[in-house]
DNA sequence: CATTCACCTGACAACGTTGTCCAGGGCCTA
DNA sequence: TAGGCCCTGGACAACGTTGTCAGGTGAATG
């Protein structure tokens, strides 16, 4: 009964190889491999009799071998920081939308924003062979990349630029929509207006932060250190920052939130307070417009990121060899009443 | 200066094999593999010469031929509907976490609720010898996958069960949570009840249905034709669906939406109505506690969905050999308001 | 000093596929 | 009918890794 499993026991689940195939066609192995990929020169009626064998034993090409042979394994990295978080979403469709037009599989993990874990999962990847890499970074340091791109493995980041290495990058127009958000505020009459990000390792809070102060010195006013936080995400603190600002002796009167997060978790905040308070948010959130007010949103576009960064890569496969640099897609400011509120009575 | 390669040009891009290691450590092929193995038997002094040799010509194991070696692939794969749904993201992450503490990477892609590209999709997997297979089936016949199963593959279909085969499958309670939807609307007082779902094709749709009708039968309440609307979930269909609804003769002063989009799409029509009209929806949606009326939803639990799942599968992949089984997954009603509006005066 | 034993090390085959190359046979033409 | 050519089919090696097994070295023991 047993089957004899001759030393360990390889074979993945005992199934058929080519050679089986081609014993029970009573043919050579190359011939089925022929078959199997459509290649010119079998005589219809052989290849009926591979055909057969191969229905018969349910055989399927096994594309681990097929990929040691050949040197490229048609699939691609992409590694972001949260599979969960809506704005990922898109960016993470359009890439597989444009890997599967290139006959490429997509391997996909989150890095949790931990440097650690984003270089485990890269190296990981690489081990795989995977031909190309899309990377959200979430450290500063890529230089554990360099032997890798010079490997071949093609590579590029979005949203966030690479850390002490050359490499392509597509990104957001953080600073000048936080700029241009601010902006909005100001021409609305705001003066004293807040500013909560994420935490200051990340690139694009950086970025939101710089584009915040330029509008607010460009408009001549000051910014004072309590109207800025910058940390985690997470919900408690930031509710504990609105607090703050608004408890002040000199309360804001607007607040820019530096991504979806924070504004969600800010709209929730000021709905729970007395005084209307203006609010432009970093990133469109859905059902933005049905809230009232509607939330004011500096849209950023996370599908033409993706499209844009998978093209490229894509390109770079094909053997586009020009220096590596760095995409800017706009955002764009959607108004929808929340920014448009005029200061509330001072105290 | 040519670098002379033999005939085509596998060799990925020239990367060292440990061969190159080996020769260049003056060591056999075989301890390389040892020591990048951490296998046992290996002298701290030839470790520190292989290890040298590894660093200095940034060789990194392939796990391709490692692969094909040992039979198992480290790596699942997951196919859903559409990696940019709100509704995925919280599952997809759940399975990848899994994934991860199983040392598993995680293969993933959308058949954008097409049979056909789901097929292909599951086989392009299969091809690549994933260890297993996690399934949002948007097709009604899997059947193509009796082979693969029978190889060894590990399959777990979610939210939908496998369409003419047996296997496991981790669901929503769809009827349950519709029928509870239904009669907490009918306990507001709530006859005239109207439901939006999604395409008939669908097994959740179905369900969601059914257990509509259920509710209402059993609250001795008649269903009319024009009350129930199926079909693709695109805003404008939905939308006139919504309008038929209220204009009828008889119009409904509830309704019950079967999923987020639909839920999304009415909440917004609904907006633009006059008199007021009760909502409950399948699946939470974020900020639906800061509309106003908050809507009240049916919330199903994506998370568990996913986790369940991805548990499942590596309980398979370890051995377990019990027959495949259906988990139901409880859903959780959330009143808000919206589901709570009493019945707007008739016509 | 010889023998045993433990421990390291390396040669070799195998995983399943594809590229190369050659052999055999049929068919056409001279 | 012989010669040559094209078309089909198969043997073989190679991709980079790991399992098996045998050889070799040194220390410990009789």
Same mark, same amino acid.
């Given at each position: 009964?047993?089957?004899?499993?001759?030393?360990?026991?390889?074979?993945?689940? +005992?199934?058929?190889?080519?050679?089986?195939?081609?014993?029970?066609?009573?043919?050579?192995?190359?011939?089925?491999?022929?078959?199997?990929?459509?290649?010119?020169?079998?005589?219809?009626?052989?290849?009926?009799?591979? =055909?057969?064998?191969?229905?018969?034993?349910?055989?399927?090409? +096994?594309?681990?071998?097929?990929?040691?042979?050949?040197?490229?394994?048609?699939?691609?990295?992409?590694?972001?920081?949260?599979?969960?978080?809506?704005?990922?979403?898109?960016?993470?469709?359009?890439?597989?939308?444009?890997?599967?037009?290139?006959?490429?599989?997509?391997?996909?993990?989150?890095?949790?924003?931990?440097?650690?874990?984003?270089?485990?999962?890269?190296?990981?990847?690489?081990?795989?062979?995977?031909?190309?890499?899309?990377?959200?970074?979430?450290?500063?340091?890529?230089?554990?990349?360099?032997?890798?791109?010079?490997?071949?493995?093609?590579?590029?980041?979005?949203?966030?630029?690479?850390?002490?290495?050359?490499?392509?990058?597509?990104?957001?127009?953080?600073?000048?929509?936080?700029?241009?958000?601010?902006?909005?505020?100001?021409?609305?009459?705001?003066?004293?207006?807040?500013?909560?990000?994420?935490?200051?390792?990340?690139?694009?809070?950086?970025?939101?932060?710089?584009?915040?102060?330029?509008?607010?010195?460009?408009?001549?006013?000051?910014?004072?250190?309590?109207?800025?936080?910058?940390?985690?995400?997470?919900?408690?603190?930031?509710?504990?920052?609105?607090?703050?600002?608004?408890?002040?002796?000199?309360?804001?009167?607007?607040?820019?939130?530096?991504? +979806?997060?924070?504004?969600?978790?800010?709209?929730?905040?000021?709905?729970?307070?007395?005084?209307?308070?203006?609010?432009?948010?970093?990133?469109?959130?859905?059902?933005?417009?049905?809230?009232?007010?509607?939330?004011?949103?500096?849209?950023?576009?996370?599908?033409?990121?993706?499209?844009?960064?998978?093209?490229?890569?894509?390109?770079?496969?094909?053997?586009?060899?020009?220096?590596?640099? =760095?995409?800017?897609?706009?955002?764009?400011?959607?108004?929808?009443?929340?920014?448009?509120?005029?200061?509330?009575?001072?105290?």
């Amino acid at each position: 009964m047993a089957d004899t499993a001759r030393h360990s026991e390889p074979r993945y689940g +005992n199934r058929p190889t080519m050679k089986d195939v081609a014993a029970r066609a009573g043919v050579g192995l190359k011939t089925v491999s022929r078959v199997v990929n459509a290649e010119p020169g079998v005589t219809p009626d052989t290849e009926r009799r591979v =055909q057969e064998a191969i229905d018969a034993l349910g055989f399927r090409r +096994n594309d681990s071998a097929r990929v040691l042979r050949k040197g490229r394994t048609a699939s691609i990295g992409l590694v972001l920081e949260d599979l969960a978080d809506p704005f990922y979403g898109p960016l993470n469709r359009a890439v597989e939308e444009v890997a599967r037009s290139h006959g490429a599989l997509l391997i996909n993990g989150s890095s949790a924003e931990d440097p650690d874990r984003e270089q485990e999962l890269v190296l990981a990847l690489c081990a795989r062979r995977v031909d190309g890499l899309i990377i959200i970074p979430a450290g500063h340091d890529h230089r554990y990349l360099e032997p890798e791109i010079k490997a071949g493995v093609a590579t590029v980041f979005v949203d966030r630029p690479a850390g002490k290495i050359d490499a392509d990058a597509v990104l957001s127009d953080s600073f000048g929509g936080a700029r241009s958000g601010t902006a909005h505020l100001v021409a609305h009459g705001h003066r004293r207006i807040g500013f909560i990000g994420d935490q200051p390792r990340i690139h694009t809070a950086v970025e939101r932060l710089r584009g915040y102060r330029a509008a607010m010195a460009h408009a001549g006013l000051p910014v004072d250190d309590s109207w800025v936080s910058l940390g985690t995400t997470a919900p408690d603190r930031v509710h504990e920052a609105v607090v703050s600002m608004l408890k002040a002796p000199e309360p804001v009167t607007a607040i820019l939130t530096g991504n +979806n997060r924070v504004t969600v978790t800010v709209v929730r905040a000021l709905a729970a307070h007395d005084r209307p308070v203006a609010l432009v948010g970093f990133d469109d959130i859905e059902l933005a417009d049905l809230l009232d007010p509607g939330v004011t949103v500096i849209a950023q576009d996370a599908a033409t990121l993706g499209r844009t960064a998978a093209e490229r890569l894509f390109r770079r496969l094909d053997g586009a060899a020009d220096a590596p640099n =760095q995409v800017v897609v706009p955002t764009r400011l959607i108004a929808r009443g929340s920014g448009e509120l005029p200061p509330s009575a001072d105290r």
